[in-house]
């Protein structure tokens, strides 16, 4: 089963609209830690955000923001009135911890979102 | 500081053909991984290591070794390339399950 769920293959708006891309996440740890990543064009990829489990504080951080609910094993990101320059891939991965053998360290990646804003 | 090296940026192999990867960090982390993304994919997890002298299986290890005698580097053996082993191929590290891992810039490989 996939640990990190990016449902969305491919999201295209327009600039100035808002976007949400959306990771739903598997754990059984009481203890995990979530993170964004972004992957423009160029290839490389780019630290955005991490949340630990006990935090579900939303963030705010420009025009980006983040929903964690437990509730729904969600952890959310929103791009508000979007740029060009925000095409990319964007990837929600999971660290789970206090988890005995072989999977600790692990960091599972979901398949990544492909947006694309058009001018 | 440098970061996550990889070495090299590109490469192209004759099937058949081995080669090592390089990898190193100057962060002193403990956590080391091997990805590999395909055109259009995402990333999927060839090893990982969690210190020097341990390391793991990932989602798809076949056609990959790996060794972790140093905290620093973290190098990926291909065997006998395949045409399938044609993918971007991206180190990463951190310094433990809360941190953020940091990326190398990449090794894109082609094999003909």
């Known amino acids: 089963a996939q640990k990190v769920t990016q449902a969305q293959t491919e999201i295209s708006v327009v600039e100035k609209e808002d976007v949400t891309l959306d990771c739903v996440y598997e754990t059984r740890d009481t203890t995990y830690y979530l993170f964004w990543y972004k992957q423009p064009p160029s290839g490389e990829l780019v630290f955005l955000i991490r949340?630990?489990?006990?935090?579900?504080q939303n963030e705010i951080s420009g025009r980006y923001s983040w929903n964690f609910q437990k509730s729904t094993s969600s952890f959310n990101f929103t791009i508000t009135a979007s740029q060009v320059v925000d095409s990319a891939v964007y990837f929600c991965a999971l660290s789970e911890a206090k988890v005995k053998g072989s999977t600790l360290g692990r960091l599972y990646f979901g398949r990544g979102t492909q947006l694309t804003v058009w001018p | 500081n440098a970061g996550v090296t990889q070495t090299p940026k590109f490469r192209i192999l004759k099937i058949g053909q081995s080669m090592t990867l390089q990898c190193t960090q100057d962060m002193n982390h403990n956590y080391m991984y091997w990805y590999r993304q395909d055109p259009g994919m995402g990333l999927k997890l060839i090893y990982y290591s969690v210190g020097a002298g341990i390391t793991d299986k990932g989602e798809v290890p076949n056609g990959y070794n790996v060794s972790r005698s140093t905290t620093e580097d973290f190098p990926l053996r291909l065997e006998l390339a395949a045409p399938s082993q044609t993918s971007v191929y991206f180190c990463a590290s951190r310094y433990r399950d809360g941190s953020e891992a940091f990326f190398g810039q990449g090794t894109r490989l082609t094999v003909v």
């Open positions: 949340r630990n489990s006990f935090d579900e």
